[in-house]
């Protein structure tokens, strides 16, 4: 069966660049009847907040997301306690004492020599009395696994093969001073455990995949598919990561964003394949394919969000706007022909109370000089209200045969008078919904 899993810490809130990463794993998951695990992060006890695990969950949930069960690392400190030891066991993990300084020293050292700043294993000679009198003096040391120095070869379910000389980078650090488990070791752990087959993750943990392939090997685990995708760019190539701030999911659903606007931009950008709405999620799994994306950086515009969430609105029935209408003021009689009228006049569900404005108060006419004269005739010859159906067609064709305008001459001046705007709904459909009569 396959298992994915998203794994974000709960040190921050969910944004559009963790969202690909769950969409994708999920998408996966449920086309192939898998499983999706949400799994939190949370060894670092200082960063990790519950409020923080919450609203992962709440901007999962919102999406339709759903997850078969929730794992904590936190809870299995004792599991990679034991993983770290077997690795000592066999000869893979050993205790290092450098300060971050002296690391520092080294790599400018070697970048010096032109050789590539990688660890130099010096730790390695070290007696068991040279570690106990540096123990003393700078406390525990932290530990760093042992690679093979051989290439490391995987085929990428984006990247296609993909090969890495061992040699090339230093053996990771998978235990802090502190005692903290690291990403790398707890990750391995829980995907042996958990049977993840699958893991879809940004482009810049290519490195750690070489790694980690030769950790799930050390103890004894099935290495699973990985696929590493493209990571976001602004709208002109820009680092995303400098206004992730404002593109935190919770940020996103304030303004207004539709759930399925988002998937549907988010399941296809950077594919080969358009971005094209979807109706449900199932639609959107269907046409999942993580063989269409390519490496090149995704350039992301939130601003395409929007005209999305227009049309997810435009296509919602009056049932499952109903209260939201009823809680503007719109009388219950009048909310459906309401919805009617501006759902296809709207961006975010936000944009409606304006538009109830109008209709409830009126509009401040927009008329341009030579056309005063014009308007104030035209809504003299307004009927009384309340206003009808036909009340927009019989007022203009009065209006025609009374001054000899016609067309766009005729149209666009009462457009304008009657709601303040030169676009909107059908005139035939506005003037019903009015509770004052327009003036000027």
């Not at 988002?262 to 959107?284: N, T």
């Amino acid at each position: 069966m396959t298992v994915t899993r998203f794994a974000p810490s709960p040190t921050g809130f969910l944004h559009i660049g963790n969202l690909r990463t769950a969409l994708f794993n999920y998408l996966i998951a449920r086309k192939t009847g898998g499983e999706f695990v949400l799994r939190l992060d949370d060894t670092d006890p200082e960063r990790s907040k519950q409020e923080y695990a919450d609203a992962i969950q709440q901007d999962l949930e919102w999406l339709g997301l759903t997850w078969d069960r929730v794992e904590t690392q936190s809870n299995r400190l004792e599991r990679y306690e034991d993983a770290a030891q077997k690795l000592r066991d066999i000869g893979r993990f050993y205790e290092c004492f450098e300060t971050p300084v002296e690391l520092d020293l080294k790599r400018k050292k070697q970048l010096n020599m032109g050789k590539p700043p990688v660890y130099d294993r010096s730790a390695l000679s070290l007696s068991e009395d040279e570690k106990a009198a540096l123990r003393t003096e700078r406390g525990n040391g932290h530990w760093r696994f042992k690679l093979d120095l051989e290439r490391i070869d995987w085929t990428d379910g984006i990247l296609g093969d993909l090969s890495l000389d061992a040699a090339s980078v230093s053996d990771p650090v998978l235990i802090r001073g502190d005692g903290q488990f690291l990403y790398t070791l707890a990750s391995v752990c829980d995907d042996i455990d958990y049977g993840i087959t699958h893991v879809v993750r940004g482009s810049d943990h290519v490195t750690n995949t070489a790694t980690q392939i030769q950790i799930i090997k050390a103890l004894g685990g099935t290495v699973p598919e990985f696929a590493h995708h493209s990571l976001l760019t602004g709208p002109q190539g820009e680092a995303l990561s400098k206004r992730l701030g404002v593109l935190a999911l919770r940020d996103l659903r304030e303004q207004g964003v539709e759930p399925m606007a988002l998937l549907s931009l988010m399941a296809r950008l950077g594919s080969s394949q358009p971005v094209e709405l979807r109706a449900s999620m199932e639609e959107l799994i269907e046409g999942f394919d993580i063989g269409h994306f390519g490496s090149a950086p995704t350039k992301f515009d939130v601003r395409d969000v929007f005209p999305l969430t227009g049309r997810v609105l435009a296509a919602l029935p009056f049932e499952t706007v109903a209260s939201e209408v009823a809680a503007l003021g719109v009388p219950a009689e009048k909310g459906e022909a309401f919805w009617n009228v501006v759902r296809e006049n709207i961006t975010v569900k936000a944009d409606m109370a304006a538009w109830w404005d109008l209709f409830r108060d009126g509009a401040e006419a927009l008329v341009e000089d030579e056309d005063r004269a014009f308007v104030a005739e035209a809504f003299a010859m307004l009927p009384p209200l309340p206003y009808g159906a036909d009340t927009w067609s019989s007022w203009t064709a009065a209006v025609k045969q009374a001054t000899g305008r016609k067309g766009r001459g005729l149209f666009m001046p009462l457009r304008k008078a009657v709601t303040g705007r030169s676009k909107g709904p059908e005139m035939a459909e506005v003037l019903p919904l009015l509770q004052v009569a327009p003036k000027l």
